[in-house]
């Protein structure tokens, strides 16, 4: 057994042409770890489990981890298979502090459920934690994706968050807060795995990009798109909406990376990130858009 003891800020580095999304070692995060020389099949990689997507950058193969928000910080490790040979690599995670957002819902059943409405959230939260489970063995786009709708980013990813002063799960993407019908594009290739109605999240869309990159797109007004099609990159699926839980009409943006929640930011380029500034600071209990 081999162990290594890396730091992900200093992995070795990428090649100005791999299209890879940005690294940060942080719970809800993403580490990109080198685990063999790209002239060698490529490894089977996991974390906690989780098969990882590995891609070739650099002449190396590239493990792109992605961190679950409820991941300790200190020493984790991932497991790697070369064709037989089983070993280990270790890798730091920092600790981060995500802010606290309190929100205000008029509808009391969106923050305690009726003995009816949990049969339900518990049916759709199965097909959503199946969805995030998709692996398929072909990426159907580089890892630099597009925003999927204009707007102003609104509620940030990892929030602590406060439904009627009730602390929940914390928030697990980014909202983009766009007028009611904004058209939502496809920000990379791939295949519709799963669309419907959601008790909390209202229309949603899944969209498997390949080796366990999965999007999901909530509260839309109306959804374009149907199971099993093939989207192309920019292609429209879908508009902004405000079903399920909301305060106001706009996108719940969500990306999984081997079924870990991490933050969608991260597969934005700089100057995307820059060309949609965070809305202002909301006061306590009067956020501008939540869900």
């Known amino acids: 057994m081999r162990k290594a003891i890396l730091l992900a800020l200093v992995c070795l580095p990428l090649a100005a042409t791999a299209e890879l999304p940005q690294p940060s070692p942080v719970p809800g995060g993403i580490v990109i770890i080198a685990v063999g020389p790209d002239s060698s099949p490529a490894p089977l990689v996991q974390f906690q489990k989780q098969r990882v997507l590995v891609v070739r950058a650099n002449g190396l193969w590239q493990a792109v981890v992605g961190l679950?928000?409820?991941?300790?910080?200190?020493?984790?490790?991932?497991?790697?298979?070369?064709?037989?040979?089983?070993?280990?690599?270790?890798?730091?995670?920092?600790?981060?502090?995500?802010?606290?957002?309190?929100?205000?819902?008029?509808?009391?059943?969106?923050?305690?459920?009726?003995?009816?409405?949990?049969?339900?959230?518990?049916?759709?939260?199965?097909?959503?934690?199946?969805?995030?489970?998709?692996?398929?063995?072909?990426?159907?786009?580089?890892?630099r994706f597009d925003l999927p709708a204009h707007g102003r980013f609104s509620s940030s990813f990892g929030l602590r968050r406060f439904f009627n002063d009730q602390a929940r799960q914390p928030h697990s993407g980014l909202d983009i807060a766009a007028p009611e019908g904004t058209p939502i594009l496809a920000p990379a290739a791939?295949?519709?795995?799963?669309?419907?109605?959601?008790?909390?999240?209202?229309?949603?869309?899944?969209?498997?990009?390949?080796?366990?990159?999965?999007?999901?797109?909530?509260?839309?007004?109306?959804?374009?798109?149907?199971?099993?099609?093939?989207?192309?990159?920019?292609?429209?699926?879908?508009?902004?909406?405000?079903?399920?839980?909301?305060?106001?009409?706009?996108?719940?943006?969500?990306?999984?990376?081997?079924?870990?929640?991490?933050?969608?930011?991260?597969f934005l380029s700089p100057a995307v990130q820059a060309g949609a500034p965070p809305a202002p600071a909301a006061p306590v209990g009067k956020p501008p858009n939540g869900g």
Do not use: C
């Open 68 to 143: 679950p928000l409820s991941l300790e910080a200190g020493e984790q490790q991932l497991d790697i298979s070369d064709h037989g040979t089983a070993r280990t690599l270790a890798f730091k995670v920092l600790p981060k502090q995500y802010e606290t957002q309190y929100l205000t819902l008029a509808n009391k059943r969106q923050v305690d459920p009726t003995p009816d409405d949990l049969i339900r959230i518990t049916r759709e939260q199965a097909l959503s934690n199946h969805a995030f489970a998709t692996w398929s063995e072909t990426l159907a786009d580089d890892l």
């Open 190 to 266: 791939g295949t519709i795995i799963e669309t419907g109605n959601y008790f909390f999240n209202g229309n949603t869309i899944f969209i498997d990009h390949g080796q366990g990159l999965v999007s999901m797109y909530n509260h839309l007004s109306r959804i374009s798109v149907q199971k099993g099609m093939r989207v192309a990159r920019g292609q429209r699926i879908g508009a902004v909406g405000k079903t399920g839980r909301v305060t106001g009409a706009h996108l719940h943006w969500t990306m999984s990376l081997n079924n870990a929640r991490v933050d969608p930011m991260l």
